[in-house]
């Protein structure tokens, strides 16, 4: 029931920044956590960061903590992601994922399969 498209994927160089964007329709998105993934060709996809229903809670990769934020807009329902200080190992497609949950925690988002609803990604390129 929810539909999700990423954008703001692109080409950087390292060092520099990218504003990624998730645009969600169907469902009410307040009562969904969302997160971000990436993945790379023959690689899992792996977590990146999640945003509890009202922004109160936020998880981080360690790879990206202190580089990355994440943030949502439920009046628009949208979900970003701030990409900061990128680097070449950030290459990646990055997916935004969505699941309900009926409080303002975040667990249970880490895993890949956590996750309900999908965006098709956007391709993050970091040159050196």
């Known amino acids: 029931q929810v539909q999700l498209v990423e954008s703001g994927g692109g080409l950087v160089q390292a060092g520099g920044s990218l504003r990624l964007s998730c645009v969600a329709s169907?469902?009410?998105?307040?009562?969904?956590?969302v997160g971000w993934f990436r993945q790379a060709p023959g690689k899992e996809r792996e977590f990146v960061a999640a945003?509890?229903?009202?922004?109160?809670?936020?998880l981080y990769a360690d790879s990206v903590k202190g580089r990355f934020t994440i943030s949502r807009d439920n009046a628009k329902n949208t979900g970003y992601l701030q990409m900061n200080s990128l680097k070449p190992e950030d290459t990646d497609v990055y997916y935004c994922a969505a699941v309900f949950r009926s409080t303002n925690l975040v667990i249970g988002v880490r895993r890949a399969d956590d996750m309900d609803y999908w965006g098709e990604g956007t391709l993050v390129t970091v040159s050196s």
């Open positions: 169907g469902g009410t998105f307040s009562t969904y956590v």
């Open positions: 945003i509890s229903r009202s922004s109160s809670n936020k």
